[in-house]
């Protein structure tokens, strides 16, 4: 028995409107970076996981991940819809094992791999001082 608050129709046209792409969160880390003045190519089909945000010349891939549908372990992330709890329960450790393995992939590539949380967009001059952090040139030790 199922105690969600929408019949199946209309969940279903719920569930149609989540994007993967250039979300809200996504598009706030896009101006970030554009403003201090890194240019990037968006969701490269060619890389595992298409990730939402490449920075080519710095090597660098950039994932925006809604802490929900990630399992973050924030207060959002970590909270678990009490209609269809197994299915919701397998759904985000799908998406977690996934995440995993394109990090590897990406790593085993020689890219640098970052994710931001959307927890981590309520602090924007936080948000910029990691992005500027991340757009430095590394340092050769």
Known sequence: MTTDVYPPAKRSAVMARVKGKN???ELTVRRTL???GARYRL??????GAPDIVLPGRRLVIFVHGCF???HDCARGARIPKANRDYWLAKVGRNRARDIENRTRLEALGWRVEVIWECDLKDA???EARLRALLEPPTSA
């Open 23 to 25: 979300t809200g969160p």
């Open 34 to 36: 554009w403003r201090l």
């Open 43 to 48: 969701h490269r089909r060619d890389l595992p």
């Open 69 to 71: 549908w990630h399992g």
């Open 125 to 127: 001059a936080a948000l």
